[in-house]
């Protein structure tokens, strides 16, 4: 179905276009070529960091960390529940057990008290999700991780730009995962980065996802690696994003404070932002006070022309991640509440107007909170 206002598209410019007709006209098309340095090197500028590698995909971005920590069979590592099943498949490939952890209610990030309660003799890392754009509480990640030795592996998938404090995600762990796909924040059509402040981890990095070669021999190989380089392609694309990333993400929180304002009055609210961190809404989410009227919600705004998308569905209740007995109420009762607007930078405040108009006619229908016309929520979400 074609949707007048898609959940989400990239702003793609002249300048990707003219990068990868570089990449054609040289021939430097596949994992070699000046654009792989030059989106690394942007990128890792932009963090502040020592070492960002490129990588195929997010997925793989974060099964690269854990294999290069030395995660393996026998250790247990902690992962959020709700958020996208990547992270929990990545941790399965290494042959690790995935021990999942509930969410904190208000802002939808890991529960750092609950990982504590989850800790055994055999966990080894925890990897905080920075959801929807959201910050975890990595001060209370970062003590709890010194205090019992754990690896910290950042799932920054969703997170480009998010800063808890004044310190952008990807930079407190060990390592930093961050997805490119064509919804994110900045993408390269599929793609992935991994980050760390470690000359010694960046190396190893380098060499497993390069098919394990050595240094200084040809073709000699001294680990079993993966083929997980990016393409010099996907790099020009994302080397032309990182130009306009700024513009991106102050245009998202724009977008946010939009939807959040014209919506205030209405029973749902969005993803709040927590005190002392920076939302960069790679979504703007809203989460309804009942969940009986999500499905209904989007079926409304599906007719008018309006994608949205339910938040994740929580890991465990997937058929290979069932584990009888364990409860999860706090991220069983956002996934079934939550609900992913629009959210895409060239989206107009006009745009938005009319999406909000939709969500509030649904509301008017139902005899609730039907106190603003969707005429009048139009024109706050405006200019």
């Not at 022309?305 to 069932?322: D, K, N, S």
Request: charged share 20%; proline share 4%; aromatic share 10%.
């Amino acid at each position: 179905m074609h949707f007048r206002y898609p959940v989400y598209k990239p702003r793609l410019t002249n300048r990707e276009r003219e990068n990868v007709l570089d990449c054609f006209d040289t021939t430097w098309i596949s994992s070699k070529g000046k654009y792989i340095a030059e989106f690394e090197d942007r990128f890792a500028h932009y963090l502040g960091i020592d070492h960002a590698l490129s990588v195929t995909n997010g997925t793989i971005a974060i099964h690269l960390a854990l294999q290069a920590l030395g995660v393996g069979p026998g250790d247990e590592v902690l992962v959020p529940t709700l958020s996208y099943i990547a992270c929990a498949n990545a941790v399965t490939y290494t042959g690790a057990k995935v021990v999942f952890v509930d969410s904190e209610p208000d802002f939808w990030q890991i529960d750092v008290a609950d990982a504590r309660r989850k800790i055994t003799s055999r966990t080894k890392a925890i990897m905080p999700v920075h959801l929807y754009g959201h910050a975890c509480d990595m001060k209370a990640v970062m003590t709890l991780a010194r205090g019992h030795n754990l690896l910290v592996v950042e799932d920054c998938a969703e997170a480009i730009g998010t800063k808890h404090g004044d310190q952008l995600v990807g930079t407190f762990g060990h390592v930093g995962c961050f997805s490119f796909f064509g919804n994110k924040t900045i993408t390269t059509g599929e793609g992935g980065m991994v980050v760390t402040h470690d000359p010694v981890l960046a190396d190893r990095l380098a060499r497993l996802k390069g098919q394990g070669l050595a240094k200084g021999r040809e073709y000699w190989h001294d680990l079993v690696g993966y083929n997980y380089r990016m393409t010099n392609i996907c790099a020009a694309i994302g080397a032309a994003q990182m130009e306009g990333i700024h513009q991106v993400l102050a245009r998202k929180r724009t977008l946010a404070a939009l939807y959040a304002e014209a919506l205030r009055c209405l029973p749902l609210h969005l993803h709040r932002e927590q005190q002392g961190t920076s939302h960069s809404y790679w979504m703007a989410s809203i989460l309804l006070d009942e969940g009986e009227h999500r499905d209904p919600l989007r079926a409304h705004l599906r007719a008018a022309g309006v994608e949205t998308r339910p938040l994740f569905y929580p890991i465990h209740q997937m058929a290979m991640y069932l584990r009888p007995g364990e409860r999860y109420p706090v991220a069983d009762s956002l996934a079934s509440r939550g609900i992913n607007l629009p959210s895409y930078p060239d989206l107009t405040d006009d745009d938005v107007g009319e999406i909000i108009a939709a969500i509030r006619n649904y509301f008017s229908e139902q005899g609730a909170y039907a106190d603003v016309s969707p005429e009048i929520a139009y024109s706050a979400a405006g200019p």
